[in-house]
């Protein structure tokens, strides 16, 4: 099926009204279904491309977040404690945010009393939630000791979730954290990270806009970031139900 086929679906739903802009931003999405393959085979993309395919990548992706976990934990060894690992998973998101305007998970990102956290990513480390075929448990082990540690070997070509931008996103956290302990990076989350707020003892989600803020972006270019992602969630959404 191509991509004028599934768009002249869309249009058939009562629900869609579809923009120029609407088609565009499909357009693009339909064009990640390829992209993958490109990564593959180590094709370069320009900066404004690669913040774009930042944008369209930016909906929950159960595999891609746990090819990130394994990765981040090999880095260290064979096991990482659970919150150090969710803080540099966290601290991924913010910093593809600042490079490319989407997190790479596309995970809702949460205040709670130890830091900011990826509140589906959480769920899983925790077992609160069930793996899908090839996600979490096929890449991580369950929490023993309020540590987590990786099934299997990782090597990079396995990695099919994440592509070469992904990988470079990784290895600059890991060069300004992986050296952290579980309690030094849990501290830099608390005072580096102005979206986190203390929920004292609760929970409360983080805004995008409230991170891009942070970030150091102005209030309208972080609501237009924002919207980006809300409106690429949708999209993905909508395709999951064609």
Same mark, same amino acid.
């Given at each position: ?20 802009? $609407? ?69 991924? *998101? ?77 290895? *600059? ?36 806009? *409230?991170? $891009? ?30």
């Amino acid at each position: 099926m191509n991509c004028r086929t599934i768009l002249a679906r869309i249009s058939l739903l009562p629900q869609i009204r579809p923009t120029s802009a $609407f088609i565009q931003m499909a357009e693009f999405w339909l064009f990640r279904l390829n992209l993958l393959s490109l990564q593959s085979l180590n094709v370069s993309f320009s900066p404004p491309l690669r913040t774009l395919i930042g944008v369209i990548a930016s909906m929950f992706n159960e595999r891609k977040v746990a090819q990130m976990a394994a990765y981040l934990i090999s880095k260290e060894g064979e096991r990482m404690s659970h919150l150090k690992l969710m803080k540099l998973l966290y601290l991924a *998101d913010r910093e593809a945010m600042a490079q490319y305007g989407a997190p790479l998970s596309g995970d809702r990102l949460v205040s709670m009393p130890h830091g900011p956290v990826l509140s589906m990513t959480l769920n899983l480390m925790d077992g609160d939630t069930e793996s899908a075929e090839n996600g979490w448990e096929a890449w991580i082990s369950d929490k023993e000791n309020h540590e987590i540690a990786i099934v299997r070997p990782i090597v990079r070509n396995q990695l099919n979730e994440l592509s070469a931008a992904d990988i470079d996103v990784l290895d *600059d956290v890991w060069k300004k954290f992986g050296h952290m302990s579980k309690w030094e990076i849990r501290d830099y989350s608390h005072t580096h990270c102005p979206e986190w707020k203390d929920p004292r003892g609760s929970s409360a989600p983080i805004e995008y806009e *409230d991170v $891009f803020v942070a970030l150091g972006r102005t209030h309208d270019q972080a609501n237009e970031l924002a919207a980006n992602i809300e409106a690429e969630r949708s999209i993905d959404r909508l395709f999951a139900t064609l």
